[in-house]
């Protein structure tokens, strides 16, 4: 067992969110992993395994792939679909794998990333199922499209230059299987050599305020 082992199971259980059951099942059942093991034989876990294991929960719960197709492709030996749409080459491809993802996707608020021009380049599972559509449809959709149209100006200065923060912006959102009002805290980050913008979105009407 290596140095960089450094994870139970039950640590990866919390940190994916998948339950000690799911994980072993797809060790023996699929091949998904091949885990390290102490002189006590019990399992420990590399951060990168930790992420696989996100990899292919998302592409199995969010993007619709059979579990054999997602481990084949987190493990890079099946082709991705690719999305050749002028606004999908201009953007920033989505991270699977990232561990804000495993965070976001437990918090009940709605989480946008928005590249410079207020296209969507990331987005929690909260704000996926609000509006209806896979992660991979929702990439470089318009954040202001989210929007009650009477609300949609007042959306556009979230990603207004000079960009800057715009805490607790309310605004009234229209989604699918969602509607209601919103405090969105936005505020730009930096991300290499790129300014994104990312909201998180608090639902009002759980804090007693009549929409």
Known sequence: MTAASEFTIGDVAAMTGLSTHTVRAWERRHGALVPARNAARQRRYTRAEVEFLLRVKHLTRVAGRSLKVAIEEASG?????????????????????????????????????????????????????AMGRTRREVHGMRFVDLIDPHDRAKAARIYRRPLQPHPDWELNVRLPSLTGLYAFDCRPIREGDQWLIACLGRDLSQAGVVV
């Open 77 to 129: 030996n099946a082709p991705v679909e690719q999305d050749n749409s002028a606004s999908a080459r201009a953007l920033p491809a989505p991270s699977s794998g990232s561990i804000w993802r495993s965070v976001a996707d437990y918090l009940p608020f709605l989480i946008a990333i928005l590249d410079g021009r207020g296209a969507i380049v990331d987005a929690n599972i909260s704000l996926i199922r």
